[in-house]
């Protein structure tokens, strides 16, 4: 299946100094797909069918590396109390932080962002600690460190000078935890490619400037030269389906075999 072939713009985020990713990898993380893409390419779907075809194969589990928006958004407004608001909070502060045009936040939202970051690496360590014990894992998102930028999964507190220590502080920790969780590398990365049209049809609720941008970046992360598939995802989705099936066959279940 060939990928859909998108037109880039430049925007404010691909102006932003861009951090190298971590020098040194560790060998490819045994069973460990992850699904990346803009919203409205259909990870969550994807996602949700690769882990019930793939039941039969052995242990499996789909985990969400996301931060506060969709599954991890859902599970905070579930907390007892404090839920609703704690999300409308957090939510709040990771939007601003995910702007591109809004300059660097506070101190307060920093540290917020920071906290978030590493809610991130627990739920990393979580994936790790199941690889290790030989289950397969199929993530919705991916943690990088190419690019700035919550909104690409990326570290969010650097790219933009500051005259607060605190802050330097915490984004030169920052971005040694996103380095860290990108030198594990996917056995595979299924990148989900779309055009702003047919994305904002499928999310009608979301900003095109913010799809726009996503679509411009996807395509440039390269997850220290992890095997990556891309498929269109305007195709037919059975098609998707069948081409990631197949791919994972053949990065991960073949050699077992």
Sequence with gaps: MSSVS???????????????????????LTGVVAVIGCDGTGKSTLTADLLARLRTVGPIQRRYLGLVSGEMGDKIKKLPLIGPRLEHYLARKARRAQDPRQKLPGVGTAVVMYLLSLWRVRQFRRLLALSRRGVMVITDRYPQAEIPGFHYDGPGLIGTPTKSWLIGKLAAREIKLYQWMASHVPTLVIRLNIDVNTALARKPDHQIVELQDKIAVVPRLRFNGA??????????????LAAALQAVNGAMLAPHS
Aim: charged share 25%; no cysteine; aromatic share 2%.
């Design 6 to 28: 998108i037109k880039t713009e430049t925007t404010a985020s691909l102006r932003r100094s861009v951090r190298p990713a971590a020098k040194k990898s560790h060998p490819p």
């Design 227 to 240: 095997n990556i598939l891309d498929l269109d995802a305007r195709a037919p989705y059975p098609q998707v």
